[in-house]
C-alpha cells in the first residue's frame, strides 16, 4: 500500500460496529441519568401521594386553619397575669378552634387512604382541642397553673408530632400547631407574620 492509499484509508469512516461501540458510553449515560430523574420526582411525590388530599379538601382544610389564624392572632395581647384573664383568653381561642375543626369535616377526600389520614388528623386537632378546654376549666378551677399535658402518640411522642408531619406533608404549613400556636397556653403568643410559609 503506497502512502497516498494510506492516507485514504485513514479518511475512512469506522465501521458500524466501532460506530455501535463509541455509542455505548453515550447510551449508558442517558439512561442513568433518566433513571436518576425519575428517583428524585418519585421521591419528592411518593410522600404527597400515598395519602393524597385532592384540590377541593385542600382548599377546605388551608381555608380553615387561615380563617384561625386570622381571629387568633388579632385577640389582644394576655397583659394580666391572673388565672382568670389567661382562661379568658383560652376561652376565646379554643372557640375558634373548634369551629376552624368542625370546617375539616367539610373536606371530602376521593381517594380512600387521604380520607382516612385526613380523619385521624382531625381526631388528633379534636384531642387537642379537648386538652386545651380541661386546661382552661383547671385553670379557673384551682387559680393555678396546671401543666397542659397533650396526647401521645403509640410512641409516647405528643400527637402534634404526627400533626405537624401531616401538614407538611400536604403543603398545609398554615394549619402547623406552632403556627396557630395551639400548644401555648401561658403567656404572650408569639405568632408568625406569614402562617403559610416553613419557619
Known amino acids: 500500500m503506497n502512502a497516498t492509499e494510506t492516507e485514504v484509508a485513514r479518511d475512512e469512516p469506522p465501521t458500524a460496529p466501532g460506530r455501535s461501540r463509541n455509542?455505548?458510553?453515550?447510551?449508558?449515560?442517558i439512561l442513568m441519568t433518566l433513571v436518576g430523574m425519575g428517583a428524585v420526582v418519585y421521591n419528592s411525590f411518593a410522600s404527597e401521594t400515598e395519602e393524597p388530599l385532592d384540590q377541593a379538601s385542600h382548599v377546605v382544610?388551608?381555608?380553615?386553619?387561615?380563617?384561625?389564624?386570622?381571629?387568633?392572632?388579632?385577640?389582644?395581647?394576655l397583659t394580666s397575669a391572673a388565672a382568670g384573664a389567661r382562661a379568658d383568653l383560652l376561652v376565646r381561642e379554643n372557640v375558634?378552634?373548634?369551629?376552624?375543626t368542625d370546617a375539616f369535616t367539610r373536606a371530602t377526600p376521593p381517594n380512600h387512604s387521604g380520607a382516612i389520614a385526613l380523619g385521624k388528623w382531625i381526631g388528633d386537632?379534636?384531642?387537642v382541642n379537648q386538652r386545651r378546654a380541661q386546661y382552661a376549666?383547671?385553670?379557673?378551677?384551682?387559680?393555678?397553673?396546671?401543666?397542659?399535658?397533650?396526647?401521645?402518640?403509640?410512641?409516647?411522642?405528643?400527637?402534634?408530632?404526627?400533626?405537624n408531619e401531616f401538614s407538611r406533608t400536604h403543603d398545609l404549613v398554615g394549619c402547623e400547631t406552632h403556627n396557630l400556636q395551639a400548644e401555648t397556653v401561658d403567656g404572650v403568643r408569639d405568632y408568625p407574620n406569614d402562617p403559610t410559609r416553613t419557619a
Open 23 to 29: 455509542r455505548i458510553p453515550l447510551v449508558v449515560m
Open 61 to 77: 382544610v388551608a381555608t380553615a386553619c387561615r380563617q384561625a389564624f386570622d381571629v387568633l392572632h388579632r385577640f389582644p395581647v
Open 96 to 100: 375558634v378552634f373548634n369551629r376552624m
Open 125 to 127: 386537632w379534636r384531642a
Open 137 to 163: 376549666h383547671d385553670l379557673r378551677a384551682s387559680n393555678k397553673f396546671p401543666e397542659l399535658v397533650l396526647p401521645k402518640d403509640d410512641a409516647g411522642a405528643p400527637i402534634t408530632n404526627r400533626m
